[in-house]
């Protein structure tokens, strides 16, 4: 390893540590948090440079400044579209050197304008076993179709929603007894577990965007991507 100008750490193959993360969130970032302290327990070679809310009572942006994180409100509403929204993201992102971002409940559809400039560095965390039930109400919709699974995947944000490339899914089985409550919380958890590591291999290089796939380690990985429940 060698130190560049800059005071990273440049790695063997070139990349660049520590990588700076940005987050965008609209709620309270709970997945935020759990990667921010990931981050400080070493777990994560990444630095998290920047927080963006698209709205100013987003809870997630005191729990940044708590952690000495830069935290800014950039409300959609005050936007004429969405590219310009994005735009004004993308500003905010570039200002501060942020290497990759990850959506940690951001409650926008994106487009290609916010999309293409981070391709195959952008994540997502969606509540459902994808390909199943892309969208909202995904933990109800499991109840309601009888499954015996419910979980969450990690996956690569591309421009169809919800429909990137799987990284990592983590499963809890569905009990007699669950309502959407006791089973989004169940699932919460294995998002804080799942979403960390995702965020590490893709610090490290070690996970890729390689057309409509996705690699690890050098080999494709099937569509649901590495499954956390099986090791």
């Given amino acids: 390893m060698a130190v560049g ?14 990588v700076k993360i940005g987050f965008l969130i609209s709620g309270r970032g709970s997945n935020m948090t759990a990667i921010i302290e990931a981050c400080e327990a070493g777990e994560i070679k990444g630095s998290p440079a920047l927080v963006i809310a698209n709205n100013a ?18 409300d959609h509403r005050q936007f004429a579209s969405r590219e310009t929204f994005e735009s004004q993201i993308i500003e905010e992102l570039r200002q501060h050197q942020v290497d990759v971002v990850i959506l940690a409940g951001f409650m926008r559809i994106l487009t290609s304008t916010l999309i293409a400039p981070y391709l195959g560095r952008m994540l997502n965390i ?95 990985l099937p569509p649901t991507g590495i499954d956390f429940a099986a090791g």
């Fill in 5 to 18: 100008d800059s005071g990273r750490t440049e790695h063997i193959e070139g990349r660049l540590y520590p």
């Fill in 57 to 74: 009572t987003a809870e997630g942006l005191e729990s940044a400044r708590k952690h000495g994180i830069p935290a800014i409100v950039c």
């Fill in 126 to 220: 969606h509540p459902s076993l994808l390909p199943k039930y892309p969208g909202l109400n995904t933990h109800q919709r499991a109840l309601d179709a009888g499954d015996r699974f419910a979980g969450a995947t990690v996956h690569f944000v591309t421009e169809e929603l919800d429909a990137g490339p799987a990284v990592i899914q983590g499963h809890t089985p569905i009990v007699d007894n669950d309502d959407h409550n006791t089973l989004r919380e169940r699932v919460l958890k294995i998002e804080h577990q799942i979403y960390p590591l995702a965020v590490a291999w893709l610090c490290e290089g070690r996970v890729q965007l390689d057309g409509a796939t996705a690699n690890f380690d050098g080999q494709r």
